[in-house]
Nanobody
Framework: QVQLVESGGGLVQAGGSLRLSCVAS????????MGWYRQAPGKERELAAL???????RYGDSVTGRFTISRDDAKNTVYLQMNSLKPEDTAVYFC???????????????WGQGTQVTVSS
């Protein structure tokens, strides 16, 4: 199996920062894309950021300029540095690794369990 384990969520005041981490493990040969999505209560899931194996990035409109995504391929880890946090950033943040190259079985669209980020005003 492929497992994604997120960490770094918590409670922070508006204007503060958090750094989320997601470690992928299992029969992984190569991860092409890693991303972070978020879902607030009563709202649909939305893209926060993603990064390709070549280092190209894409950000959701609501977070661009404030969040930075990065990856460490040696550790199969993706990070999301969140600065200038706003109350509207409050959501469950999910790590996503879509269809990595795996050494056994069929690949899948993998998601972490999510980590709660709460920003107070």
């Amino acid at each position: 199996q492929v497992q994604l384990v997120e960490s770094g969520g918590g409670l922070v005041q508006a204007g503060g920062s958090l750094r989320l981490s997601c470690v992928a493990s299992g029969s992984i040969l190569r991860i092409n894309v890693m991303g972070w999505y978020r879902q607030a209560p009563g709202k649909e899931r939305e893209l926060a950021a993603l990064i390709t194996s070549g280092g190209s990035t894409r950000y959701g409109d609501s977070v661009t300029g404030r969040f930075t995504i990065s990856r460490d391929d040696a550790k199969n880890t993706v990070y999301l540095q969140m600065n200038s946090l706003k109350p509207e950033d409050t959501a469950v943040y999910f790590c996503n690794v879509p269809f990595p190259v795996v050494s056994a079985g069929e690949s899948d669209d993998y998601w972490g369990q999510g980590t709660q980020v709460t920003v107070s005003s």
